[in-house]
């Protein structure tokens, strides 16, 4: 199964054509995708424990 991100989701609208290709929305989505990558990678390496237990604060 591919993962929804922000990059795949800019492109696919693309290829449908309800987005047309503009740098600001790329460059946006380029934004997004590091952000995405980030939390992503976060919540791979933060034990869940931590946040229920009030660690986390």
Same mark, same amino acid.
């Given at each position: 199964? #591919?993962?929804? %991100?922000?990059? $795949? &989701?800019? +492109? *696919? /609208? +693309?290829?449908?054509?309800?987005? #047309?290709?503009?740098?600001?929305? *790329?460059? /946006?989505?380029?934004? +997004?995708?590091?952000?995405?990558?980030? +939390?992503?990678?976060?919540? /791979? %390496? $933060?034990? &869940?424990?931590?946040?229920?237990?009030?660690?986390?604060?």
């Amino acid at each position: 199964m #591919q993962s929804v %991100t922000p990059t $795949s &989701q800019y +492109l *696919k /609208a +693309l290829n449908e054509g309800s987005h #047309q290709p503009d740098d600001v929305q *790329k460059e /946006a989505v380029s934004r +997004l995708e590091i952000i995405y990558q980030e +939390l992503i990678n976060r919540q /791979a %390496t $933060s034990p &869940q424990d931590e946040w229920a237990n009030g660690a986390g604060r």
